[in-house]
């Protein structure tokens, strides 16, 4: 099984029924599928072989749907990056993962325009929207354009010979990580298709599911989203983000919408809102995952979605999911993020890699078909992650999180082993962050760290030292990383400081300068 | 109708999501489009409207037509500050 199966066998079983929603625009499985297949072998044609990676740089859209799609029936290697990434990352991603292919719109693409010499291995960039937007003038590169690509007849409506198999990469997934470098998480057919099934089985996901999605596609839990509704043919709602609530819960009234799923930051919004002029009746479940949702948010979502089964989770991009806490556990355990996800076993371990008992906090280790490969050509970092297992042929995940097990085996996250912070459910590594804002003139001292926020979970804040005579203000510095940084990355306080504390050894201290 | 203070809600915008002092684009430019708002910046603009004008935003009302350009900002207020309550479902609107 691969993961462009999910799209054919639902164009193959039921055609006709709308597979995605956007706008005002309603896409059969069918109309997918068609366009998927004529996109795959435009791209073999420019010359796509089996194994290449093609990063995709867009809002999410069908256009961004129906790539991620072709990439895989033509034996590619998807990587999709946030639509608010920025060029100099962009350039990263593209260099370390050395794409041969790039998939954009015009405006995006026109932000490369001083970088097409400092990207050696791209060769195609593939223009998302209509043909008349126009393309960017300053590309040097061999240039497609998606919309005449779905029209011309003259490219076959079947999808190319497979030459993948399941053990083969299907996508990259950048996350980041304590080094201050994105690496690319690398996952196989196999291990995508598997965590789709463990997720959708306890979901009792559903051909009749109507499933919201506003969470962005790079994001592995909106990616899932799609594959998840392909997978069992079901309809998904897309939205480009909920930064208009109001619009985005309008339209999921209309189209009476089962799924909904959310992360803590959304959540907070929902309960700031009147929810009582949207009907959600028809919503059979919510799911939150990314960060703990709060016992208080648990209680008032169930009184404005009475209908909807709560499922509290846990995961992380190296093996997609761990966790679920079956919903009627919600009453009697409500901070636990359940148990492993069938056919997934988890337990915790002490720093000598020996199984803990009850109450007792450990790392989290995973074992199941769901664990990644490793970070794309970084053995150092996967050695950190993949270690081996209880029997001499496995390797299995260390998260880097502690857990606790209560005495029936269900889990309670207490804190993370490194310094990341998870901001509106994403993860952002302090270091990515102080490594941006020392490149600003008249910065000595950067340190990042999460704090407390009843929106964000934790919010970024930066403390900072100047060098003598530096005039750089709060508002400097947040410029240039409104410049540099994706949006959930940026620092929502900055706070000067004389000097920054340090630990015994002489490296600036994060724990500490949240204290003093 | 009352017209807002276009100069100061281009202020709030440049100096809130562009950190600088002079709003760069036209004045119809959508700010999702520009990737200058998100789902967060959009709760930031409403926690100024309130403030600065004293007007109530309903939930409703949190849409790209109102919210997403200088041009939308300034006739959204407008509209607020010239018939508050008749915006937001009042019996009767003053003046």
Known sequence: MQ???????????????????????????????????RLSHALIAKGLVRGDRVTIWLENSPDLVIALFAVLKAGGVFVVVNPTTKGAKIQYILNNSRSRILVTDPRRA???????????????????????HGDPGSCPLQLLASSAVYADQSLPDSPPDK???????????????????????????????????SITTYLQSRASDIVLCFLPLSFDYGLYQVLMAFKVGA?????????????????????????????????????????????????RYITSTAAALPTAHVSRLRTLFPNARIYSMYGLTECKRVSYLPP?????????????????????????????????????????????????????????RLRPGSYPWEQVLYTGDLFKADDEGYLYFVGRKDEIIKSRGEKVSPKEVEEVIYRLDGVSEVLVVGVPDTILGQAVKAYITLRPGSTLTAANVMQHCAQELEDYMRPKFVEFRDHLPTTPTGKLSRREVVTR | MVQPDVNALRTFIANNFLFCDDFPLSDAASFMEAGILDSVGVLQIILFLEER??????????????????????QFVGRKLTAPEMLTGGSHATK
């Open chain 1, 163 to 197: 030459k993948a198999i399941d053990i083969d990469l299907a996508a990259l997934i950048y996350t980041s990580g304590s080094t201050g470098r994105p690496k690319g998480v690398m996952m196989t057919h196999l291990n995508m298709v598997s965590a789709a099934t």
């Open chain 2, 53 to 74: 004008y004293r007007i109530k935003v309903a939930d409703e009302e949190i849409v790209p037509e109102n919210l997403d350009s200088i041009l939308g900002l300034a």
């Open chain 1, 328 to 384: 009627e556990q919600l009453d009697i355990r409500p901070t636990s993020v359940g148990r492993g996800m069938p056919n997934e076993e988890v337990y915790i371990v002490d720093e000598q890699g020996r199984r803990v008992g009850p109450g007792i906090v450990g790392e989290l280790v995973v074992r199941g078909a769901n664990v990644m490969k490793g970070y794309w050509e970084d053995p150092q970092e996967t050695s950190i």
């Open chain 1, 235 to 283: 309809t998904l709602l897309l939205e480009r983000s909920f930064a208009f609530p109001h619009r985005v819960l309008q339209t999921a009234v209309r189209e009476r919408i089962t799924g909904l799923p959310i992360v803590p930051t959304v959540s907070a919004i929902l309960l700031q809102m009147d929810m009582a002029q949207y009907d959600f009746s028809s919503l």
């Open chain 1, 110 to 132: 026109e932000l490369l325009r001083d970088c097409w010499s400092d990207l050696p291995y791209l060769q195609v960039v593939c223009l998302s929207g209509e043909a008349d």
């Open chain 1, 3 to 37: 993961l462009e199966n999910f799209l054919e066998n639902s164009a193959s079983h039921s055609p006709e029924k709308v597979a995605l929603i956007f706008d005002q625009r309603r896409l059969t499985y069918a109309e997918v599928e068609t366009a998927a297949n």
